[in-house]
């Protein structure tokens, strides 16, 4: 067997590579044999499951795939609320490839392999000194999830994540390793940080980090006219602004943060945020299934009890990251800066007719809507623009079900005639029709697709479906139908 380990993986006769590979392949029996989101929303059942701890174990997968003939599907913690991660074929679980392999506090960047989560990332960056430059609402996810899906948080002189990637480590289809960056196979390494996982399997990241800093956060709510009157001059007044929206009492809770040397005092106590905002609000969620105007009430419970001015000081990531609270579906789209008030007073239109008619809709919120600078990657929802995020959810209350479709459907009408653009990690029914006109550079993307994976071993359903445009059964993924 030690001679199998030096082998090139093309070399080691079939039986041995499934020897080699039955050590990291998870029993079917095992619940880990099965895959479902984090927001329970889609499921699957892979053919196989893998779970390597090194960068040749993954090279054997890929390598039995291209014998097989089989689809290889890379997961991260499985926090894309579509069914982005989902497979029929072979899923690679990547969790085990989470060290970091270089950290240079000189030059201000980490190596790190694509498995590690970013609490992972934070707590090693700090033994350094360094922290991540801009983070979104949650540091569950994997480093390659938040890179292939171009995952934002919000600040609109910052762009989304992927754009601090300065090099990757790849595994290809063919079993090649190859390394990409600007200078290095530019092609290939602009349309790997927002790759959905098809390019390759992404094996290292090397990222731009910073010193490790505080932020400052002012929350306040304010009317929603003021924010609508006010919008630039809010939207520039600190590094990372942020909203939520409450559209049944016309507040938007505004949070404005900036890098501060003050030292830490973290906001919230236990009883409001935990008990109240989290334990109380489910229970009234659930009942909002049966009761539909609850939702309402709820919607004003929850803007009333975050009504106070709070200021907070902690660690970036800290103050970065939210509670997001139950499992949810959820939608979000960039919409180019420019459209944001129109879309924010059409939407808001559009919530009002809703909350008069007697059998309107009744949503969850907040809405949440955040900021981004424009960049060059060729499918990230920033692409060529400053982008304002708009996203709802509709809360699984206790894991149940709710309606949300109709709200969707409505929701996505309006920002798609602002331009709008869907979050990739996010369900969305947008074809390759659809998407070219969106995407200039789209196409240059399937190009690079088909030349380094020409048979598609890394095209899972939801890429057949919405980047090739092969129809796949409708969403074979889904949990449930409604
Ligand atoms: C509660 C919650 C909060 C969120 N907050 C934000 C937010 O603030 N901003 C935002 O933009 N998004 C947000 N998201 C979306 C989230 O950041 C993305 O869905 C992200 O991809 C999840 O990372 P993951 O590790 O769970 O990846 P997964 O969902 O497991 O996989 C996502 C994609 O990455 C690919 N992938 C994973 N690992 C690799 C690898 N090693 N090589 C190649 N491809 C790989 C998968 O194939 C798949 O295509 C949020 C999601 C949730 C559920």
Redesign the pocket.
């Known amino acids: 067997m030690a001679s199998q380990l030096t082998a090139r993986p093309s070399d080691i006769p079939l039986q041995n590579l499934y020897n080699l590979l039955q050590p990291i392949t998870i029993s079917p029996r095992s619940p880990a044999a099965t895959f479902s989101?984090?927001?329970q929303t889609f499921y699957c059942t892979p053919l196989a499951v893998f779970e390597p701890e090194t960068e040749f174990q993954c090279e054997l997968i890929v390598e039995l795939a291209r014998r097989e003939g089989k689809v290889v599907?890379?997961?991260?913690?499985?926090?894309?609320?579509s069914d982005?991660?989902c497979t029929n074929g072979f899923m690679m679980r990547?969790t085990k490839?989470n060290r970091v392999l270089e950290v240079n506090a000189e030059k201000r960047y980490v190596v790190a392999q694509?498995?590690i989560?970013l609490h992972d990332l934070h707590a090693e960056l700090a033994k350094n000194n360094l922290a991540m430059i801009n983070v979104?609402?949650?540091s569950?996810?994997?480093l390659?999830?938040?890179v292939?899906?171009?995952?934002?948080?919000s600040g609109i002189g910052y762009g989304?994540m992927s754009t601090h990637v300065l090099s990757l480590t790849l595994l290809l289809a063919d079993g090649s390793l190859v390394s990409c960056s600007r200078n290095e196979r530019a092609d290939l390494f602009v349309a790997s940080i927002c790759?959905?996982?098809?390019t390759?399997?992404?094996?290292s990241i090397q990222m731009e980090v910073e010193p490790a800093f505080r932020l400052k956060e002012v929350q306040e709510s304010l009317p929603f006219k003021y924010i609508m009157e006010n919008l630039d001059e809010l939207v520039y007044s600190a590094e990372h602004v942020r909203f939520w929206w409450f559209p049944t009492k016309d507040i938007i809770r505004c949070s404005s943060a900036d890098r501060t040397l003050e030292p830490k005092k973290p906001a919230g106590s236990w009883w409001w945020h935990t008990f109240v905002g989290y334990h109380v609000v489910q229970l009234l969620l659930y009942f909002g299934r049966y009761f539909m105007n609850f939702n309402t009430w709820i919607a004003n419970l929850a803007c009333w009890l975050s009504s106070k001015k709070s200021v907070g000081i902690d660690d970036g990531h800290r103050i970065f990251n939210v509670d997001?609270r139950y499992p949810q579906h959820?939608t979000?789209w960039a919409i180019p800066y420019e459209n944001s008030q129109a879309c924010l007073l059409e939407l808001r239109n559009w919530l009002e007719q809703e909350r008069k008619d007697p059998h309107g809709l009744r949503p969850h919120f907040p809405v949440e809507i955040r900021f981004s600078a424009g960049d060059d990657i060729w499918l990230s929802p920033s692409n060529g623009h400053r982008t304002c995020?708009i996203g709802i959810v509709q809360y699984k209350p206790y894991g149940f079900n709710v309606p949300y479709r109709k709200l969707f459907e409505g929701f996505e009408n309006i920002v798609a005639r602002h331009q709008g653009r869907p979050?990739w990690?996010?369900a969305h029914r947008l074809q390759p029709d659809g998407l070219r006109k969106l995407y200039p550079r789209f196409d240059d993307f399937i190009r690079v697709i088909e030349s380094v994976d020409p048979c598609g071993m890394f095209r899972?359903e939801?890429i057949e479906r919405h980047i090739m445009g092969r129809p796949v059964g409708g969403r074979i993924h889904k949990l449930r139908q409604e």
């Open positions: 989101n984090w927001g599907r890379a997961v991260g913690v499985g926090h894309s609320p982005l991660a990547t490839l694509g498995g989560t979104g609402s949650i569950d996810q994997t390659a999830g938040i292939t899906t171009a995952t934002h948080g989304v790759g959905l996982g098809s390759g399997i992404i094996l997001c959820t979000e995020w979050h990690a996010k899972n939801y």
